[in-house]
């Protein structure tokens, strides 16, 4: 037993927490949250807004292109920056 717990523990550690970037985004023109968006980027679905307008995202470093798409409404692109920080990142969408 106590080798399983140290097993447990020791793999905690070597692994590491998990880090992505957060993001909200906002509305300029309305100051209100983009809420429940898909976002895509390469093409790629990888998520969608909560009701606040935040999503995480795990990609490799660097800048992307970002499309929040809503229903029939307009397309929004944003570029974000993934430089795998644990803050959340406030993006106002034009």
Known sequence: ???????IFL???????????YFQFIDRQHNSFLT???????????GYT?????IRIEL???????????QQSQDRV???MIDRSNRLKVITVP
Do not use: Q
């Open 1 to 7: 037993m106590r080798i399983l717990i140290s097993f």
């Open 11 to 21: 793999s905690a550690v070597i692994a590491g927490p998990a880090y992505g970037d």
């Open 36 to 46: 429940y968006r898909s976002v895509f980027v390469n093409g790629r679905n990888i």
């Open 50 to 54: 909560d009701g606040y307008g935040r």
């Open 60 to 70: 490799r470093n660097g800048p992307h292109m970002a499309i929040l798409k809503y």
């Open 78 to 80: 944003v570029e974000v």
